[in-house]
């Protein structure tokens, strides 16, 4: 980002918009808006894909924490207040990273307005319709989310922990509908 941006005595016009957009989603703006643009643009079928990839991945997520020992919810809940595991998730990576490097509002900023894009319109059919509309968009919503984030990090693969692996792993739903 220049100078020339905070300069008060240069028009708002002449300053070069990728500045302001540089400044909200980081380096990588213009993947983070291909992603937004596109999110703003899913089909009912996409819509419902990443509905089941999001769903197929919450599953793997719930049998690994409760693949050691006790199952169920006892399983889970005799884990809480102990250390967090050697082999942390990707978002979890992905969210040291993006505080480690500074970019932790820029991954925030991109989340909601993704949250935005994947929104749907408002329905006519009362609080109770759109509210079972909203909910029905909460696996669209984490995949175009993680999709971000992991655009917004993308140019810092092979720096601490975020490697390709991981990117991978965070754009994986998003690819597997998005081709």
Request: glycine share 12%; hydrophobic share 40%; aromatic share 4%.
């Amino acid at each position: 980002m220049s100078i020339e941006a905070n300069d008060p005595t240069i028009p708002f016009a002449t300053v070069d918009p990728a500045l302001h957009l540089e400044y909200l989603y980081g380096p990588q703006w213009a993947s983070v808006m291909r992603i937004v643009e596109r999110a703003a643009q899913l089909t009912a079928e996409e819509r419902e894909r990443m509905n089941a990839e999001a769903g197929k991945r919450m599953q793997d997520s719930m049998s690994a924490l409760t693949g050691g020992g006790a199952g169920g919810l006892a399983g889970l809940l005799s884990g809480l207040g102990q250390q967090q595991s050697a082999d942390p998730q990707p978002l979890q990576i992905a969210s040291e990273t993006a505080k480690e490097f500074g970019r932790s509002r820029n991954v925030q900023v991109a989340g909601l307005i993704a949250g935005q894009a994947v929104s749907a319109t408002p329905s006519t059919g009362g609080d109770i319709a759109g509210l079972l509309q909203s909910l029905g968009s909460i696996g669209t919503l984490t995949v175009v989310s993680q999709a971000v984030t992991a655009a917004v990090l993308s140019d810092l693969v092979g720096r601490g922990r975020y490697t390709q692996e991981v990117h991978d792993a965070l754009m994986q739903p998003w690819t597997a509908v998005i081709s």
